[in-house]
């Protein structure tokens, strides 16, 4: 039996987890779920799954989460406040926790899971861009296990060879592979003229052709910030240069990412566009379960296709492949200046068309600081975010 903390749980990963966990009774058990601030959707997966602890980084909502549990006569055990979050991460009855909390606010907790030793289920981005090399620091300190998420890592993990360990420098060299090739869908923009950008709505940003995701995604899956994300987070878990990882646009999503091998071989995952394949692979790694997930059917498929990425509707492709050979505190300024232009532009207060602008302008500001501390990458993220406001209602007064 693998006791699983969901960090995330109310969100799409979350619940995805969850609905495979429950198709295993006999394999897997939920020993605490930890959410941001929805008391209400957390009691109800408390009251299904009682787990021995939850966890709300939200004092407040903490509190009412306590008062439903109460109520509806759960032993769950409630934590509450900043430190909630690494108390579920870290507890002695957890064998594996599912990082799933979006943006840098769940970095400390999946920092701790990893020095705590548990084996890491890695679905937020940040703990690697932000952070990469403390954050090996930490896995190798504690001794657990990474274990990618995002579709297309755990695409590239399933396509390398059997015992590959993620989270060592080099090691995508010395197993024979000569490139990554993260596929990209192109999100619902990739075939609009480029002039229509400046206008798009939010709900049509968020309007993705093939995966069902929360809003951040799904605006950093139309300006492929995703994928400049996903090359810097595959630096890190595969110990591949940056000149090795390519990104290719496959619109169908059912290629999720490829290993080229020097002998000339490529190998592929392909399936379903439904994260509880790559959750079902790390769950239960390195054997298989079911997760519910609808066989391809190649025959009404027809075809697959292929294009390379356009630089001029995608920049921020670019400005992350430049954060990661910067280094040091570059990827940080840049998950944080796209951070905050994402969430103007939601608010309807920056167009579309002006995120790049806005995360470039701020990496060009901000000098690259060696990261040697956590404390260096918060406060390289918190100038990051004062400096993209700034430039966000620049820009957006001369929209």
Not at 51 to 78: F, N, Q, S, W
């Amino acid at each position: 039996m693998k006791r699983i903390a969901v960090l995330g749980a109310t969100g799409s990963i979350g619940e995805s987890t969850l609905d495979v966990i429950a198709r295993h009774p006999d394999r897997f058990a939920v020993s605490a779920l930890a959410a941001r601030a929805s008391d209400e959707k957390l009691a109800a997966q408390c009251e299904r799954f009682r787990p021995p602890v939850a966890a709300m980084a939200d004092p407040d909502a903490a509190e009412r989460l306590e008062r439903r549990l109460a109520a509806a006569g759960v032993p769950t055990k409630v934590l509450g406040g900043p430190g909630a979050l690494d108390l579920a991460a870290t507890g002695a009855d957890t064998d594996a926790v599912m990082a799933a909390i979006v943006g840098a606010a769940g970095l400390p907790a999946t920092l701790a899971a990893a020095r705590a030793g548990k084996d890491v289920l890695l679905a937020n981005k940040e703990a690697l861009v932000v952070s990469g090399a403390l954050f090996l620091e930490a896995l190798a300190e504690g001794g657990g296990q990474l274990l990618p998420i995002d579709s297309e890592h755990s695409a590239v993990f399933q396509s390398l060879p059997r015992g590959f360990t993620c989270g060592r420098p080099g090691e995508a060299a010395r197993s024979g592979v000569r490139r990554i090739l993260l596929t990209a869908s192109g999100g619902p923009f990739r075939d609009a003229p480029i002039e229509r950008l400046a206008t798009v709505t939010p709900d049509e940003a968020c309007a993705h052709p093939n995966w069902v995701m929360g809003r951040k995604i799904s605006v950093d899956s139309a300006t492929m910030m995703n994928k400049g994300l996903e090359v810097i987070e595959a630096f890190w878990l595969f110990g591949a240069p940056a000149d090795a990882i390519e990104i290719v646009v496959h619109p169908q999503s059912v290629i999720h990412s490829m290993v080229e091998y020097l002998d000339g071989s490529v190998m592929a995952q392909l399936g379903q566009p439904d994260m509880r394949t790559p959750i079902a692979c790390a769950l239960a790694w390195p054997e298989r379960v079911a997760a519910g997930v609808a066989p391809m059917d190649f025959a009404a498929l027809g075809r697959l296709d292929f294009r390379a990425v356009d630089a001029a509707r995608w920049p921020c492709v670019r400005l992350a492949y430049e954060a990661l050979r910067a280094g040091g505190t570059a990827p940080a300024v840049l998950n944080a200046a796209n951070e905050v232009a994402v969430a103007r532009f939601l608010e309807g207060r920056l167009p579309f068309d002006r995120i790049a602008a806005v995360i470039e302008n701020v990496l060009a500001s901000r000098a690259v600081q060696p990261l040697d501390s956590l404390d260096a990458a918060w406060r390289a993220d918190r100038e990051a975010r004062e400096s993209a406001e700034a430039e966000a209602a620049r820009l957006s007064r001369r929209a």
